[in-house]
């Protein structure tokens, strides 16, 4: 992922708030399809964020 892709600032807010650390390595791959747990993850996560 590079600085100028058009999500960048996108991912970096999730990563910063915590709401996801990426793949396993620690990199984020935006246009990969996503399991239904990790979506599941990352909704608690933002439902934690809001605390709620």
Excluded: K
């Excluded at 915590?18 to 935006?30: I, V, Y």
């Amino acid at each position: 992922m590079t600085p100028d892709a058009w999500y960048y600032t996108f991912v970096e807010t999730v990563a910063e708030m915590g709401l996801s650390s990426g793949n396993d390595d620690g990199t984020f791959a935006p246009g990969s399809n996503a399991i239904r747990a990790e979506v599941a993850v990352t909704m608690v996560q933002m439902a934690r964020v809001m605390g709620r």
